[in-house]
């Protein structure tokens, strides 16, 4: 099946840091989406993209879709406290039927430098 | 509004038992799907559901069962629990098969012993 590997898989943060991570994968994606998981809840939605190249920005977050449609990155400028949580990247191929479902990556855990 | 509603938020099973964990939306979404979460292993998707009365197998089906008889709920069944189905499940729905409209529920922590 597809996979997505996303990296780095952790990483710790220093208050107004940038931080970067990346999806790749074997397969092209027509969508590639960003979620922030908080501990004890769902994964709630920060960014999507639907155009290979497109550069799309929602606050301190930027991501882009790669012009292969094989991979994407999400950056986070001047990192905060509440920053800290789990990120994944979702891609998902033709809209509807199974190929329309969700591919996870596997997270990357950002946590507080102590 | 009330969102995906999940329940019960934590459960603890025997081997063998069986149980049902309850999702349902209020925003009348057709596509409805069940994920679980493993340490590591990000989200992977179990069944979905692209309507009422139609339902269809993910990446993990082997264990669990489902069935859509109305828009706004999607039940999942363990027939037999075994300690390899402990882990966290989501819920989601979405009105679009377009992966931004996906919402998730807050989940249910199973741990089967």
């Known amino acids: 099946g597809q996979q997505l590997n996303q990296s780095p898989q952790s990483m710790f943060i220093q208050e107004g840091e940038d931080v970067s991570m990346n999806c790749t994968s074997s397969?092209?994606?027509?969508?590639w989406l960003w979620y922030k998981q908080d501990p004890g809840e769902g994964p709630v939605l920060l960014i999507a993209?639907?155009?290979?190249?497109e550069l799309t920005s929602n606050g301190r977050l930027t991501a882009q879709f790669g012009i292969t449609r094989k991979d994407s990155f999400l950056n986070i400028s001047a990192s905060i406290p509440s920053d800290v949580g789990i990120y994944f990247c979702?891609?998902?191929?033709?809209?509807?039927?199974?190929?329309?479902?969700?591919?996870f990556g596997k997270g990357t855990k950002l946590s507080v430098k102590p | 509004n009330a969102g995906v509603t999940q329940t019960p938020k934590f459960q603890v099973l025997k081997t063998g038992q069986s149980m049902t964990l309850q999702c349902a939306q209020d925003?009348?979404?057709?596509?409805m799907s069940w994920y679980r979460q493993d340490p590591g292993m990000g989200l992977r998707l179990i069944h979905y559901?692209?309507?009422?009365?139609?339902?269809d197998q993910g990446e993990v089906p082997n264990g669990y069962n489902v069935s859509r008889s109305t828009t706004e709920d999607f039940p999942l069944r363990l027939l037999s629990a075994a300690p390899s189905q402990t882990s966290v499940y989501f819920c989601?729905?979405?009105?679009?098969?377009?992966?931004?409209?996906?919402?998730f529920g807050s989940g249910t922590r199973l741990t089967v012993v």
């Open positions: 989601a729905s979405s009105y679009s098969p377009r992966g931004y409209g996906y919402t």
């Open positions: 559901s692209v309507g009422a009365g139609i339902t």
């Open positions: 397969s092209i994606f027509n969508t």
């Open positions: 979702a891609g998902q191929g033709n809209y509807g039927g199974s190929q329309g479902n969700l591919i």
């Open positions: 925003m009348n979404h057709e596509y």
């Open positions: 993209l639907y155009k290979a190249g």
